[in-house]
């Protein structure tokens, strides 16, 4: 599609569970602006989390009116918007386009149960053959059969089932559509990129099918912007729109997953870590025996990125942190995490490697990555009287790092290069042990924004600035990538002796995750 001259702006917008981002961009890659509002939504008894739709749109809408205030003349230079958000998740409307009911999130977890009797059953096995994907409460398939038992009604009423970035699509260009990755893990089939009905058929809704939307490559296909958004955004009317992929997705993308050389990964340090690798044809995808893990298409003609993710990443740095400031306010002292982190890479660096392990499992939903346990904890082994907290806050990083070998070693061969982004990506000691421990190079990405920078590059492409995602990345990611920083030969000889032991523990706690478990539900006196 051509682009009107004078338009030199790709608006990427990224609707997360935290924060609805709408970030502007250049042609080529560079980041002129950034507006962002926080998400809103409620959490209640029985796993339920929900989002309202139509709140959804107006905080968009709103976001990027906020864009508009700090990026000069933007609604008169706009070529090209794409929008991603977060996975999972479902979002319903009806024949008219309104929503039928609240959307579930990835948080709500009211399929839990219906996910562990297909897990355990034989149908699970041909089912994560189809998907790539370990079934978990959090997809769309799972809570689709969550309301085929409980609240059938609403699924009388809808006529279409998105995920948060297609309802916004939606909205924007009238399409009813979702992108390749999410029709694949949420009831479809890897090799096919795209919704499958016997994968429907093994999740007990075949009959829901009418409920899926045409599936649309962003990269190869945008819709115009609709005169009813455009008087609602301020945007221009037939501005093309370009659907991203899942936010995950879009965040490899733009953080640098995808290279022509081999053996790339990419991992994201944030509250939780997702750790990713490139595979370069169907084939090439490695399924694990606990099947669990995520593939996804990605948008370049024939690739995937194959996903394993940990509940908690930073979340056990915060904690340790926070018990320090605990004892600290006890007699008076007041500080902040931010006090503590400024000597945190020095200190850590400091302490003697490998003298302690952790086990990163720190959140309350136990772990889904690359095993599934629900008991899951987090454990500190081979304390001594000599060990102070320095000592303890390089385990966790250490642990941090071991669980990233775990999920990467699901997915096959260990990668050569290893791109990181998120909230500690800078961390010279993160980069320093994850190197170490993955034996490969590191290098950081530091876009800011790098999952609407991935949904831009999809549009950047889609409207021809760039014959293909190769010549894209080289403006786009390229210069956002450190130098590769090679790992210490002796640090990963320690590393490399210590996994192992690290798993025989995490494969040896498991009973014990399960009687803690149990001695908890029942209560102080059980």
Not at 121 to 140: F, H
Not at 250 to 272: F, K, R, W
Not at 374 to 386: D, I, K, P, S, V
């Amino acid at each position: 599609m051509a682009v009107a001259q004078g338009r030199d702006l790709i608006v990427g917008i990224d609707a997360g569970t935290s924060l609805i981002k709408t970030v502007a961009f250049t042609r080529n890659g560079c980041q002129l602006g950034d507006f962002a509002l926080p998400n809103s939504y409620s959490v209640s008894a029985g796993g339920r989390v929900e989002q309202e739709m139509s709140r959804t749109w107006t905080d968009m809408v709103a976001a990027l009116r906020g864009l508009a205030a700090v990026v000069p003349d933007l609604n008169a230079r706009v070529s090209a918007v794409a929008v991603t958000g977060q996975g999972d998740g479902t979002w319903l409307i009806d024949d008219d386009g309104r929503p039928v009911a609240p959307a579930l999130l990835w948080l709500d977890s009211r399929a839990a149960k219906l996910v562990e009797t297909l897990r355990s059953s034989e149908r699970n096995a041909c089912l994560y053959q189809r998907t790539g994907s370990g079934l978990n409460a959090c997809q769309q398939g799972a809570q689709l059969a969550w309301f085929k038992t409980h609240e059938p009604d609403i699924l009388v009423r809808a006529k279409t089932a998105f995920h948060c970035k297609d309802w916004l699509y939606f909205l924007l260009t009238g399409a009813r559509a979702t992108d390749p990755s999410e029709a694949t893990f949420t009831c479809g089939n890897f090799r096919k990129r795209g919704f499958d009905t016997e994968t429907a058929d093994l999740i007990g809704i075949g009959d829901l099918t009418r409920l899926f939307p045409d599936v649309v490559d962003g990269v190869a296909t945008t819709h115009p912007l609709s005169a009813a958004a455009a008087a609602e955004t301020g945007l221009p009317a037939g501005v093309p729109v370009s659907l991203g992929y899942v936010d995950v997705i879009c965040n490899a993308l733009g953080a640098g997953l995808y290279d022509t050389a081999p053996d790339v990964g990419c991992t994201i340090v944030g509250s939780t870590g997702m750790h990713m690798r490139l595979a370069q044809d169907a084939d090439a995808v490695t399924l694990n025996k606990e099947a669990t893990g995520y593939t996804m298409p990605f948008p370049v003609p024939g690739h995937y990125a194959q996903m394993q993710s940990n509940m908690a990443a930073t979340l056990n740095i915060d904690w340790l942190l926070d018990l320090a400031l605990d004892v600290l306010a006890a007699d008076g002292v007041t500080r902040a995490r931010a006090d503590l982190i400024k000597r945190l890479d020095e200190r850590v660096l400091q302490a003697r490697p490998g003298e302690v392990l952790f086990h990163p499992f720190i959140s309350d939903a136990g772990e889904r990555g690359p095993f599934v346990a629900h008991e899951a904890c987090a454990q500190f082994l081979g304390l001594r009287t000599r060990h102070r907290y320095w000592d303890l806050m390089r385990a966790v990083i250490e642990g941090l790092a071991f669980a990233a070998r775990d999920c990467y070693a699901a997915m096959g061969t260990l990668p050569r290069d290893v791109r990181i982004t998120g909230g500690a990506a800078r961390s010279r000691a993160l980069g320093t042990i994850l190197g170490a421990t993955l034996e490969c190079n590191i290098r950081i990405c530091s876009r800011a924004e790098a999952g609407a920078a991935g949904a831009a590059m999809i549009a950047a492409v889609a409207t021809g600035r760039y014959p293909d995602m190769a010549a894209c990345a080289a403006e786009w990611v390229s210069p956002h990538l450190s130098a590769p920083q090679v790992p210490d030969p002796a640090l990963a000889m320690r590393y490399a002796k210590l996994f192992p032991v690290y798993l025989d523990a995490r494969l040896g706690s498991v009973p014990v995750w399960k009687q803690l478990a149990a001695l908890r539900a029942g209560g102080a006196h059980a």
